[in-house]
């Protein structure tokens, strides 16, 4: 079935709150890349969910599918030419300071599954072309999704406070998600190793040990990318999936 994104949010309102809530500027081939990281991402690489497509209607179990790890993620060759073209960048990109280094740690973040389905909901946004988001911006969000590099976000009730972070992520700012150590292959589940925080602290160090450059953003990609109610729904879909079973 299709999904009414915004309907869903009306439905559900902001996260809802379970136990299991444990408390990235240079021009690039996007689809070569995108490529790259789908091959290294071992079985699960067989046949990759193609994002951006036009006329594509992504359903609610394919987000779950993406968030369980059950899913390689590219970018459609199409649709990235379009973003390209409906939000191109500026011919001289200034991209905004670096954020401040967090003081504290956050008490509550998501978990591996919610931050991966909070990724794949601001994704599939961004590839609607019109977002003000350049393809950069898309194209690392897949790579997150791939090597399950996963950026540490807030269980906020509010989704801009989570989507700040995720901001935060695309100049590599932020810290890693601590995930199970993995024995380097998939669980019966479909679920991919988990890569993000084993021996990193920071975001910046998982990065670059998966050799992944952050994009930066410009002040008004930050923008575009923390409008809207991409964490509740994306946290929201799990929800819906959950209650089916």
């Known amino acids: 079935m299709t999904w009414d994104w915004c309907g869903l949010y009306r439905g559900l309102g902001t996260f809802p709150r379970s136990p299991q809530i444990a408390l990235i500027s240079q021009p690039l081939d996007v689809a070569c890349l995108s ?7 071992g079985p699960m690489a067989a046949k990759a969910f193609t994002v951006g497509g036009i006329g594509a209607q992504p359903s609610l179990d394919d987000v779950v599918k993406i968030a369980q790890g059950g899913l390689v993620v590219a970018l459609d060759a199409a649709g990235a030419e379009r973003v390209k073209k409906e939000s191109p960048a500026p011919k001289s990109f200034q991209p905004e300071p670096a954020p ?6 956050q008490p509550q973040l998501l978990d591996a599954q919610q931050t991966r389905a909070v990724l794949a909901t601001r994704l ?8 003000g988001a350049r393809v950069q911006v898309a194209d690392f969000i897949v790579q997150l999704l791939n090597s399950n590099v996963l950026p540490a976000l807030p269980a906020a009730p509010l989704d801009p406070d989570v989507l700040s972070s995720l901001a935060d992520a695309c100049h590599g700012a932020g810290a890693a998600l601590a995930q199970p150590a993995a024995d380097g292959a998939a669980d019966g589940g479909g679920h991919p190793p988990a890569a993000g925080a084993a021996g990193a602290a920071t975001l910046a160090e998982a990065l670059a040990s998966h050799g992944i450059a952050p994009p930066t953003l410009s002040a008004a990609e930050r923008v575009a990318l923390v ?19």
Do not use: E, K, Y
Request: hydrophobic residues 45%; positive net charge; contains cysteine.
């Open 35 to 41: 490529t790259r990281v789908a091959a290294q991402a």
């Open 227 to 245: 409008s809207g109610c991409c964490a509740s729904a994306g946290v929201g879909a799990l929800a819906v999936a959950g209650g089916r079973r």
């Open 100 to 105: 401040a280094a967090p003081h504290a740690p």
């Open 124 to 131: 599939l946004t961004v590839m609607n072309g019109r977002s």
